[in-house]
């Protein structure tokens, strides 16, 4: 099944001249290779879709699905740390001097590049979805770090890739307060876990999970001045998620409408459920991200 558990919302620029053809092309000019014995990580595209492994971009009514692989060598510091010491002991006991500064580190480089073939390897791989019709990139991590290192491979590969985070007139952690005040969030509906935050960096966090939110001992919380920073939602019967202050979108779930609506889908083979899969997936998170935009005052000009 293909569906993004988290998602960082990012808007395409109008002027991106993007498309399928454009995206696959660069994509297929960097491929994921492994890592060579001395490289520390390697980093490249790969395909979306098993059946399909020539496609670095798979596309699906104007929205194009992209996945970069990365694969990184683990080598603790301490395993170098520990393998240096020994050789600098080594060289001052049998050479008896003082072994510098200066060498210390150039020793340390060397048995660095030594261990580095015998390194374990962690490869991970990360999905993204570049919506050309809505102009949204909607990238598949539980943090902006993690989903810009993504972007910034894509820019690399791209040539340029003129995004921005999504920034809406009311933010979030304003209109969950507000929502949880009056136990009303408009086209949503209330979950029953949230977070609730003083201001400032050592404010007092409260968590509450398991439990309806429109509840006197919320509303206490909320007139002693703590701001909702996470909150969980539903839309429209379909959708499960928790929103953050930062306008993350996180533990995003199907709710029983849509695992319905995959089960009744006809596909025969895993071409056609995996086009039935995106088909479900965009679609959905055409008509659900315009709502959440909207539901925060839509977004402030660029």
């Known amino acids: 099944m293909l569906w993004f558990r988290n998602l960082q919302l990012y808007r395409l620029a109008p002027d991106h001249a993007l498309s399928l053809d454009s995206i696959g092309d660069s994509l297929a000019k960097r491929p994921w290779v492994p890592c060579g014995s001395h490289d520390p990580m390697s980093q490249g595209?790969?395909?979306?879709?098993?059946?399909?492994?020539?496609?670095?971009?798979?596309?699906?009514?104007?929205?194009?699905?992209?996945?970069?692989?990365?694969?990184?060598?683990?080598?603790?510091a301490s395993v170098v740390k520990d393998e240096t010491d020994e050789r600098i002991a080594r060289i001052e006991a049998e050479e008896n001097r003082k072994v510098g500064r200066k060498e210390a580190k150039e020793?340390?480089?060397?048995?660095?590049?030594?261990?580095?073939?015998?390194?374990?390897?962690?490869?991970?791989?990360?999905?993204?979805?570049?919506?050309?019709?809505?102009?949204?990139?909607l990238v598949e991590s539980a943090s902006a770090a993690k989903a810009e290192q993504l972007l910034s491979y894509l820019r690399e590969t791209l040539g340029s890739l003129p995004t921005r985070l999504v920034n809406t007139q009311v933010t979030p952690e304003t209109a969950m307060t507000l929502w949880l005040e009056s136990a009303d969030a408009g086209e949503f509906d209330l979950g029953q876990d949230t977070e609730l935050r003083a201001p400032g960096d050592d404010g007092a966090i409260t968590r509450l999970a398991r439990q309806p939110l429109d509840t006197a001992e919320v509303k206490q919380h909320l007139e002693n001045g703590l701001l909702a920073s996470k909150l969980a939602l539903e839309w429209d019967d379909k959708l499960a998620f928790q929103l953050t202050d930062k306008l993350e979108i996180k533990r995003l779930t199907m709710l029983d409408v849509l695992q319905d609506e995959l089960k009744d889908m006809d596909a025969a083979d895993q071409s056609a459920i995996f086009d039935s899969s995106l088909a479900l997936t965009v679609g959905t998170l055409r008509e659900f991200v315009p709502a959440l935009i909207r539901a925060l005052g839509d977004e402030l000009p660029a």
């Open 107 to 137: 020793l340390r480089e060397r048995v660095a590049e030594e261990l580095l073939p015998k390194a374990f390897t962690r490869a991970r791989s990360q999905r993204a979805i570049i919506d050309l019709q809505l102009g949204l990139v």
């Open 45 to 76: 595209w790969i395909a979306p879709a098993r059946h399909a492994p020539d496609l670095k971009a798979y596309g699906y009514d104007d929205a194009v699905l992209v996945a970069l692989k990365t694969e990184e060598k683990l080598l603790p």
